[in-house]
């Protein structure tokens, strides 16, 4: 019997049903009951956590745990959270809940040297996840040296994490290479898609792209729940 597994969402309301439908997609089941159950909390009331580690806004702290309690009190056995800046907060959230919680960065970090070793990796993710180095934090554990955009290129990047929120998915292939170029001009060819609006874009994209390898945070997260909840 597989564990039940909590999903710490709404960060956005998209990206939490990425996950969910990634999670059933690579689970091999041939009846409902094979499936894994899953509990979703799409908290849309959590704060943005780029504007609070920019010092522009309020503390999700509070509301990210309230939503991990309440979770673990309706069953969860095992909390899972696709937002790469609210990883920010792990530790505390941890500490808090006291059930099982799947860390994605480190397990896209741990992925990256399986499949890489040692290496040089681009970054695509929030504002809020490079300036609290979110990434950054396990790179001396396995080896990974992380490479960010320019700060232009962050600003744009950033718009277009935000217009995905706000429900825009048609992006011309223009407008994201200007950011890519900046990773190619440094020989870099493997990308974390460090924020889980970024593969609604990118999954589309990727025929287009196939000098570049791009690491879903959401595949990884989704790959690594199914294995630990059967």
Known sequence: MSKTVGILGGMGPKATADLFNKIVDFTEAESDQENIHILIDNNVSIPDRTSFILGKGENPIAELVETAVRLRNNGAELIIMPCNT?????????????????????????????????????????????????????????????????????????????????????????????????FRNQNVNVI???????????????????????????????????EIAK
Do not use: W
Request: aromatic share 12%; with cysteine; glycine share 6%.
């Open 86 to 182: 609210a990883h920010y907060f792990y530790d505390k959230l941890v500490e808090a809940v006291e059930v099982p919680f799947i860390n994605m960065i480190e397990e896209v970090e741990k992925y990256i040297f399986n499949q890489y070793g040692k290496c040089k990796v681009g970054l695509l993710a929030t504002l809020g996840t490079y300036q609290g180095k979110v990434y950054e934090k396990y790179c001396g554990k396995y080896g990974i040296e992380i490479v960010t955009p320019s700060e232009d290129g962050k600003v744009k990047l950033l718009d277009l994490i935000y217009r995905v929120k706000a429900g825009e998915r048609n992006f011309s292939l223009d407008y994201i290479n200007d950011i890519l170029k900046e």
């Open 192 to 226: 974390i898609l460090g924020c889980t609006e970024l593969p609604l874009v990118f999954d589309s994209l990727k025929k287009e792209l196939r000098d570049l390898d791009f690491i879903s945070s959401t595949d990884i997260l989704a790959k690594k729940t199914v």
